[in-house]
């Protein structure tokens, strides 16, 4: 069952390669798709959509992050599938 998952990642997290890390995993797992991006607070957002189990993975990844990164906790909401992106993509604050 294919679903929607928000992912809110804390810690020292920006400036390790989160975001490309996290997009290179979406990739490495297959099927899914969304956006990561940093916020304002710190910390690094995600949107994801694709197979529940798939997700339950990149949540998982998202618990350790890229090696230099320091996750103290991460949030996340299960939402429900709106099939609105094609692919996996950085987003980045202007």
Not at 62 to 82: N, R
Request: hydrophobic share 40%.
């Amino acid at each position: 069952m294919k679903s929607r998952l928000h992912i809110r990642i804390f810690g020292d997290v920006q400036g390790v390669f989160f975001r490309a890390g996290a997009q290179d995993e979406a990739r490495r797992i297959s099927g899914i798709s969304g956006w990561v991006r940093n916020s304002d607070d710190g910390s690094v957002e995600v949107i994801a959509e694709g197979e529940k189990e798939k997700l339950e993975a990149l949540l998982e990844w998202c618990g350790k992050g890229p090696e230099g990164a320091v996750v103290e906790k991460t949030e996340h909401e299960w939402l429900g599938f709106k099939d609105e992106f094609r692919g996996f993509k950085v987003k980045y604050i202007l």
